[in-house]
C-alpha cells in the first residue's frame, strides 16, 4: 500500500509546575520555602527514517502527545523531565500547517528536526524569597506544550522521473537500468505506485530514478490517481518522457507526448520548464516511418532523442550516460524553502509568553490588558495573599503595564481587565 498524503495531530508536553513547600525538620521552626522547579515536557521531534518509502504507518496512528513534566516536589528537589517523542518520516516528507497551508520545514536535506518544544517547567517558591518575602506561598505553573494540525506530504526525491502513457514500458526500462524491481504486466495501471531505483553507470557514478505511474488524459483533473503521480514529478531534476513509438494501443506517439506534457502543465505549469529527454521505446517492433516520423517532430521541439527497446536492452548503456551526463549539467534537487523554514514551534511563537510584550487597550468602561505572561503568574499566585498580591503589582511595573494605562487615561479606581480577572487601577507615582 503506498499513501502519500496524511492528516496527523501533535503535542509537545506541558511543562510541570513549580511547588510550593516550606522546610519541614525537628527543631526547625521556620525553614524556609523548599519547593522544587517543575520538569521540562516532551519535544516532538522528525527523524528521517531512510527504510521508509511511504506514510502508511499514519493512517493508523494519527496523534502523536508527548507527556507532561513533573511537578516540582518539596526539599527543593525538581521533577523529572518528559521523554521528547519521536516521529520517524520517509525522506522527502513535506511537513506543513494543516490550518495555514504553511510548510514548516522540508525533510530532504536534513536527518532531524525539533518541531515543536515542550513546556518549560515552573519555578517553585524558593526563587521567590527575599529579605522582605520570605514565606511566599506562589509558584510559578508549568509553560503550555504546542498542539499542531499537520499534512504530511510525501513527495519523491529522485534525479530522474520516468513519465509516459501506461504500458509504454517504463517498469521494465527501470528493471532493466536499475535496481528496481516493479511488478511488470501487459495491462493498464500495473503499477500503482511509484518506485525508485539507483541507475550506476560506473564504480562511482549513479543517479536514482523514479518510476512515475502511467499518466492518462485528465490527470491533472485528478482522473485516475492524477494528482497522487504527478505530486512526484514535481521534485525530479529531469524527466524522461518514455513514448511506445510502435503505437500498440493504436494511440499516435505525438499526440501522447503532446498530451502528457499538457496534463503536466496544467498541474503545475513549473513542469514544463523541467530539462525532458525523449525515449522513443519499443523501436524493435516498430517501422523505420513510425521512427522517424517521431523522431522529426521531437528534434523539431529542440529536445534530445533516444532509441531503445527496453525488452531487447537496444540503446540502454547509450541512454544512461546520455541522462548521465546531462544530469552534470543541472542543479540538485529541489526543495522547499519559505519564511517558516526551519522554524521550531513553541509557546513564544504561537502566543507571547515570558516576555514583557503585552497589548493594552480601553473598552467602554474598563481597561483590557492582553499578555500570556500576566495570566500564567494570575494562575500561580494567591491574589488573597498579601505577600503574592505585591509580586504581581511589582511585575505590573516592571513591565510598563501601569505607565501603558495611566497613558491611555487610567484613573485610580478603574477597572482592568485580564481575561477574567478583573482589579481596580492604582498607580502610585
Avoid at 517543575?38 to 502508511?56: C, S
Avoid at 507527556?67 to 516521529?87: F, L, M, T, V
Avoid at 494543516?98 to 515542550?118: H, N
Avoid at 499542531?148 to 527501470?174: F, H, M, Q, R, W
Wanted: glycine residues 8%; aromatic residues 8%.
Amino acid at each position: 500500500m503506498f499513501i502519500d498524503i496524511v492528516d496527523i495531530e501533535v503535542k509537545s508536553g506541558n511543562g510541570g509546575n513549580g511547588a510550593v513547600s516550606f522546610h519541614r525538620e525537628k527543631y526547625v521552626s521556620a525553614g524556609g520555602p523548599d519547593g522544587g522547579d517543575g520538569g521540562k515536557g516532551g519535544d516532538i521531534i522528525l527523524r528521517v527514517d531512510d527504510n521508509l518509502n511511504t506514510l502508511v504507518n499514519f493512517r493508523y496512528k494519527k496523534r502523536y502527545l508527548a507527556q507532561n513534566g513533573e511537578n516540582g516536589k518539596r526539599n527543593n528537589c525538581a521533577g523529572k523531565d518528559a521523554e521528547d517523542i519521536i516521529i520517524k518520516v520517509p525522506r522527502g516528507t513535506i511537513i506543513k500547517n494543516k490550518e495555514t497551508a504553511e510548510i514548516i520545514v522540508d525533510m530532504s536535506d536534513r536527518e532531524e528536526f525539533l518541531l515543536a518544544k515542550g513546556g518549560k517547567g515552573g519555578k517553585g517558591n524558593q526563587h521567590f524569597a527575599t529579605a522582605t518575602r520570605q514565606v511566599p506561598r506562589f509558584a510559578i505553573p508549568g509553560q503550555q506544550g504546542v498542539a499542531l494540525s499537520l499534512t504530511l506530504e510525501l513527495k519523491l526525491l529522485a534525479d530522474v522521473g520516468l513519465v509516459g502513457y501506461p504500458n509504454v514500458g517504463k517498469s521494465t526500462l527501470i528493471s532493466k537500468i536499475s535496481n528496481a524491481k516493479p511488478k511488470i504486466a501487459n495491462y493498464h495501471f500495473t503499477t500503482l505506485t511509484p518506485s525508485l531505483g539507483v541507475v550506476r553507470v560506473s564504480e562511482q557514478d549513479s543517479f536514482v530514478v523514479a518510476d512515475i505511474p502511467g499518466i492518462i488524459e485528465g490527470a491533472s483533473l485528478g482522473q485516475g490517481l492524477g494528482h497522487s503521480f504527478l505530486r512526484h514529478v514535481e521534485r525530479c531534476r529531469l524527466l524522461l518522457h518514455v513514448i511506445d513509438v510502435s503505437a500498440a494501443d493504436g494511440r499516435d506517439p505525438i499526440e501522447d507526448f503532446e498530451r502528457i506534457n499538457y496534463e503536466m502543465a496544467q498541474f503545475n505549469k513549473n513542469l514544463c520548464t523541467k530539462p525532458q529527454i525523449v525515449v522513443a521505446n519499443k523501436i524493435d517492433v516498430a517501422t523505420d516511418e513510425q521512427i522517424e516520423k517521431l523522431k522529426d517532430y521531437i528534434l523539431k521541439q529542440k529536445l534530445e532523442f533516444y532509441l531503445i527497446s527496453a525488452a531487447t536492452s537496444e540503446g540502454l548503456e547509450v541512454l544512461k550516460w546520455g541522462v548521465f551526463n546531462k544530469l552534470k549539467q543541472l542543479p540538485k534537487i529541489e526543495t522547499f524553502e519559505s519564511e517558516a523554514e526551519r522554524k521550531v514551534y513553541d509557546m513564544n511563537t504561537t502566543k507571547k509568553v515570558e516576555t514583557n510584550e503585552f497589548e493594552a487597550k480601553k473598552e467602554a468602561n474598563y481597561f483590557v490588558i492582553k499578555s500570556a505572561k500576566l495570566v500564567r503568574i494570575l494562575q500561580s499566585v494567591d491574589i488573597f495573599d498579601y505577600e503574592a498580591l505585591q509580586y504581581f503589582e511589582k511585575t505590573l511595573d516592571k513591565m510598563g503595564v501601569n505607565a501603558k494605562l495611566k497613558e491611555l487615561g487610567a484613573k485610580n479606581g478603574d477597572t482592568v481587565r485580564i481575561e477574567d480577572f478583573d482589579f481596580e487601577f492604582e498607580y502610585v507615582e
